[in-house]
């Protein structure tokens, strides 16, 4: 877990706090329940400063202050499966962004909130957003992909 927190240390100031691993078992499992992983699994933020938080107009309770919080990157016609499959498990937060094609999973308490309605119909989504890409990219490159 150590080695793990070191990875999903704040991405703007290199902060490390010891990542909740039931966060972490949230997205193995919803992973393994919808089979995706390797190349497809792109984690976009974890832990967050204060800082980095109010940068990104991250909530102010949010959960990724706590290191218990991962942002996904899922594909488009996956996320309102995958998101599903994470509300399903009732055992943290799940946010839906279908605008910027990722999904947000957390160990607090059980909700949902997003643009994507639960289940396959959910609304059409937008293209991903350039910035989204380019962070997406930014990330595997330090991953050595």
Same mark, same amino acid.
């Not at 078992?25 to 980095?52: M, N």
């Not at 594909?75 to 999904?103: E, K, M, N």
């Given at each position: 877990?150590?080695?793990?927190?070191?990875?999903?240390? /704040?991405?703007? &100031?290199?902060?490390?706090?010891?990542?909740?691993?039931?966060?972490? /078992?949230?997205?193995?499992?919803?992973?393994?329940?919808?089979?995706?992983? =390797? /190349?497809?699994l792109?984690?976009?933020? =974890?832990?967050? &400063?204060?800082? &980095?938080?109010?940068?990104?107009?991250?909530? +102010?309770?949010?959960?990724?202050?706590?290191? +218990?919080?991962?942002?996904?990157?899922?594909?488009?016609?996956?996320?309102?499966?995958?998101?599903?499959?994470?509300?399903?498990?009732?055992? =943290?937060?799940?946010?839906?962004?279908?605008?910027?094609?990722?999904?947000?999973? $957390?160990?607090?308490?059980?909700r949902?909130?997003? $643009?994507?309605?639960?289940?396959?119909? =959910?609304?059409?989504?937008?293209?991903? $957003?350039?910035?989204?890409?380019?962070?997406?990219?930014?990330?595997?490159? &330090?991953r050595?992909?």
């Amino acid at each position: 877990m150590a080695e793990l927190s070191i990875v999903l240390a /704040d991405t703007r &100031t290199g902060a490390v706090r010891p990542f909740d691993p039931r966060a972490i /078992d949230i997205l193995w499992e919803v992973a393994r329940q919808t089979r995706l992983g =390797g /190349d497809e699994l792109v984690v976009l933020s =974890g832990y967050r &400063t204060p800082e &980095t938080n109010a940068a990104v107009h991250g909530a +102010g309770d949010s959960q990724h202050l706590r290191a +218990g919080a991962l942002d996904v990157y899922v594909p488009t016609a996956q996320l309102a499966g995958f998101g599903d499959a994470a509300l399903a498990l009732r055992r =943290g937060g799940v946010g839906v962004y279908g605008r910027h094609s990722f999904v947000h999973l $957390d160990s607090g308490p059980v909700r949902r909130w997003g $643009d994507v309605a639960p289940g396959p119909a =959910g609304p059409a989504v937008a293209q991903q $957003d350039d910035r989204i890409v380019l962070l997406r990219k930014a990330w595997a490159a &330090t991953r050595g992909r």
